[in-house]
């Protein structure tokens, strides 16, 4: 059994195998349909409970449909609606019945310390689905949609994120350490990653650069990342954190100064960071991103269940 809850916490080794599963099992569905199940039903009779106490549409239909196409299961618990969240039953006692009546769990949450904490009790693996901290499992599908599209291992390619210094950031920054691939960072000044997160990339490589300037950030890029300037429960005077990011637009002509062939992804949902005429240009493959969740989560559910090969 494993947890998947951080990029840094997991061996290099073990997320490329969960890459090299998922881009396997794709192929194997060209003529499936949405729930045929997947041969062998590797994970038939198992229950994924799930429990968003953030709102999600991606994360909840691609661990749906990545269930059901391995065989198993899954039901999603409302936090307001259990005793734990109202503060009357112990994340001890609530992991220990998840435990007893489910096999994984899936938690979206606003607390780093909450997923730890039930990673403690739980005798079942915990993942990841968001927390402020880290998106896990949205980063490496991201790896397997780059690599889908450009045809080569990502530490071949440059890679750019203009936006905020948030969760998805955090876990790419975990991946270009995992997948060594070069990572430009550009944001505002302040709002840059904190300096726990620049520690942990001093103390790993430096393949990472920080620039306060969009431009310099894109040059000759092969991938331009972005996410919203303003995350969910982000506790910042919007107004203000807005007005910062003016210049870190994603548009067309800043989309020009990177390679040609330069692909736009995005997690989803957007704001204003990215012009439509982007988002919505042949560059852009956010959609094809969203979809490849559904396959990678499958994988990550199989390395969690100790099922991949
Ligand atoms: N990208 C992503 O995680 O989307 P949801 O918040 O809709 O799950
Ligand atoms: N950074 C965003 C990602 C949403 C999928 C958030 O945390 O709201």
């Known amino acids: ?55 999600s549409l991606r994360t909840r239909l691609s661990f749906y449909l990545a269930i059901k196409q391995l065989g198993g299961s899954t039901l999603t618990l409302r936090p307001d609606e259990l ?33 730890n904490e039930f990673r403690k009790h739980l005798s079942i693996p915990i993942i990841n689905g968001l927390s402020p901290g880290s998106h896990a499992t949205q980063v490496l599908s991201d790896i397997f949609t780059v690599e889908e599209i450009k045809k080569k291992p990502i530490s071949k390619l440059k890679i750019t994120w203009v936006g905020d210094s948030n969760n998805v950031l955090s876990s790419l920054i975990a991946a270009s350490i995992k997948f060594s691939f070069k990572l430009n960072i550009g944001c505002p000044k302040s709002y840059q990653p904190n300096y726990k997160i620049i520690n942990y990339i001093k103390k790993n490589k430096n393949k ?33 954190k807005l007005k910062s990011f003016n210049k870190f637009k994603i548009d067309e002509k800043l989309m020009s100064l990177a390679k040609k062939d330069c692909i736009f992804l995005h997690c989803l949902p957007r704001g204003k960071e990215v012009d439509d005429k982007v988002f919505l240009s042949k560059q852009s493959k956010v959609w094809q991103q969203a979809i490849n969740r559904v396959h990678v989560q499958k994988s990550i559910l199989l390395y969690c269940f100790g099922k991949l090969g």
């Open 83 to 115: 005793h734990f969240s109202k503060g009357g039953e112990s994340i001890a006692d609530t992991a220990k019945i998840l435990s007893n009546f489910g096999n994984a769990f899936m938690l979206r949450t606003d607390s780093d310390e909450k997923l």
């Open 208 to 240: 990472i650069s920080i620039y306060n300037d969009s431009k310099k950030a894109v040059k000759g890029a092969d991938v331009i990342f972005s996410d919203k300037v303003i995350s969910m429960n982000d506790k910042v005077n919007k107004k203000r």
């Open 1 to 55: 059994m494993k947890h998947f809850i951080n990029l840094k916490d997991i061996p290099a080794k073990d997320l490329r195998k969960i890459i090299i599963d998922a881009k396997k099992r794709k192929k194997l569905r060209k003529k499936l349909s949405t729930l045929d199940v997947d041969k062998g039903t590797p994970l038939k009779g198992k229950l994924l409970i799930q429990m968003f106490e953030k709102s």
